[in-house]
């Protein structure tokens, strides 16, 4: 519980930073804006020629485009920000103030930082997820709701792992300062299923850089195309990745060694 | 003249030697470059496919063609000038620059030049392998190759200097994030980067056809696929000059302003 | 949290003067110091003059140029060395910094050549020349910076704190070098520092800015005589006595004999003839105190409050 308690003292800290910043706020309300409109139009020309895409019809495609901005904004809200500030942190050599608190490193470096203004998206992104379902209603039970949750959970460990993987490789590579836009850049391969990009892709996506967890699986959860197979799989690899990230942190944490001033 | 040349081949020198120390970084930036485009030829094929075959015109492998080909000129003309502007500013580098006895500009387009240079090692052998993965098929037109090059060569200079005028919106505000934002949400779409501008619906054609966007990407890609009218094309090229009057008329006027500007806020 | 919260909905602005009411005069081959504590205008003045800034009035001339519409002649013949930037590309050796800038200031091979040659001597920078600039310690790097800036010869430097962070055997290179390059090319120098070091070894002439005005202009130990308020007597007795010498004036250091006394000026005679009388002395010595004592002072006044002491 602890953690959680942490977790709660890192958000506060990080908004109270922020809200000093108020333009931030309204560049990022902007922005979201900006992200929404262009998501919705992509969808609204693609739908303008055809009435369904890859079996997807507009409105599960609609649910898509919701889960999307939200869970890219749960990665820009925390994940992003610490992965890149604990980057910086071995780049510099300030790990060592991290390394030396009473607390778990690992738990530290994962939600030190708070781009508070990224609730934004998650807001919007739940806002037309909350449109999708209503226009959805018909074939979303209980039974896709528990599945979507579960899916979704097991797709922020995915993410969160990956990224911590990621991460950790600069303890080794410090000068790849930019191997996290790896996710960033094939995320938008996100807005769409996976299972219409050719299986090069689709395999790229869901084993390689894990798009597929993060937005088709649990959107495939909550309209009912996910079997329970994939769903199980889904959860096992969630664990089995939280594991191995683990694993590698420490490891990176041994071979770390502050940088000279 | 000799002397610019000069200082263009003494930036490239330099320039190239610098990135080629970020080598991974710099793949690393092209995959967003490459997955774009990749991204809707997947979606329209798949569209294609599911409406007997073409849609607006295009077959998958029209699709093909057009998106590889865009991803090309996309990345022959493309700038993150406005980033590099906005982190000048903050950092205060930009100091050193305006005490040079040469405009800044020169420095950017050589800089850019010569990343596309580099870059271009990855970006064909790119090109190829996703022409052998999605067989894209070309219908081209002799004269429409031709004129291809000079095209592709005023789209380059009408975006640049435009996106060069808005980086210089960061000497009024250190927020250009709001500016850029909208610039790109409108390239997005009327430069042909979702989608052929022909599939888009008609009060927004004309829109694109009116705006610069269509000129700077677009336009050359519809003319080496041979997708254009003669006709259409000498109105290309007329519009191409108009916006590139426009552009060089909007530096100048936002430079002169924007050093004005700086030289009275400092860094 | 929620004082942070309101904190959106409200502005506020405040306008600063950064410089106000500065006038002088350079001379072709001075080389002119400013001192100055931390915002006092000293940055801001040497922007002014090199045209990265403009005054919102009065003039400036520099070379016979207006400095704000940097024409390129104008900026062929000046240059700008700022102890916190660099101007070297990070990740490549300086000399290929230096190419770049003798294409972009237009030098022709054979004077650059020269150039470079006597810069390497003057600074050694042989072997630091094809190291990446961001393998060079600070002070390598420095002297790097220091040679692009002087490639193409200017005849007007303006050098913004160039010794900062610097230890002190390069403080002491790069100054001489500075006296050397003047001596040479009759170059006009401006310079800023917060080292009296600097200043002392390379200004005759020395302009103190204090709060964004001009608060002295000229000759370094005519400064002190203008602005300082005390004295030290430093006196040798015969013999240990115990005598509180406190009567006389602020007891500074005392060892074996040697006592050093800060006195008011006005009452420098009075107080010298009384220890003469009182005392046996062996020795005494009326000196000014230490530059860096009269700056301080000088400093902690604010600006309209100083009074030079007659």
Redesign the interface.
Known sequence: MTYLRLLWLFFRVGAMNELAYRANFFVQLFRSFLGLVTGLAGLAVVFSHTDTLGGWRPDELLALLGIYFLVGGLINLVIQPSMERLMEDVRRGTLDFTLTKPEDAQVLISAREVAIWKLVDLALGLGVLVVALVRLAAQVGLGQVLAFTLALLAGGAIVYSFWLILATVSFWFVRVENILVIFQSMYEAGRWPVGIYPPWLRITLTFLVPVAFATTVPAEALVGRLTVQTLLGAVGLALALLAVSRWFWTVGIRHYSGASA | MT?LL??Y???F??TI??QL??R??LV??L??MV??P??YL???T??AR??GGQ??GYTPQDFAAYFIVFMLVNHATFTWIMWEYEYRIRQ??F??M?????HPIHSDIADNLSYKLLTLSVMLPTAIALSL?FRPAFHLVPWAVLAFIPALVLAFLVRFLMEWALALAAFWTT?V??IN??YF?AL??LSGQ??PLS???APIQAIGTALPFRWMVAFPVELLLGRLQPEEALIGFAAQVIWLIVALALVHVIWRAG??RY??V?? | MLAALHSLVRRRFQAVTAVAGISFEVMPGEVVGFLGPNGAGKTTTLKMLSGLLHPTSGEVSVLGYTPWKREKAFLRQITLVMGQRNQLIWDIPAIDSFELNRAIYRIPPAEYRRTLDELTDLLELGPLLRKPVRNLSLGERMKCEIAAALLHRPRVLFLDEPTIGLDVTMQRRIRSFIAEYNRRYQATVLLTSHYMADVEALCRRVIVIHQGSLLYDGDLNTLTQRFSTHKTIMVQLKEERTADLRAYGEVVAYNDGQVTLRVPKSETASITERLLADLPIADLTVEDPPIEEVIEHVFAQPANGMEATP
């Open positions: 002397a000069d200082i081949r003494a930036h020198k330099t030697a610098s120390q970020y991974a970084a690393i930036w995959i967003g997955l774009e990749l991204i997947v979606v329209w798949t569209v599911s409406s849609v607006g205060g580098t100091s050193a305006l005490l040079r006895p040469i993965a927020r994030n709001a934002q909208m949400v997005l779409f979702i989608a599939l888009l619906p050093v004005r030289s009275a400092g860094s």
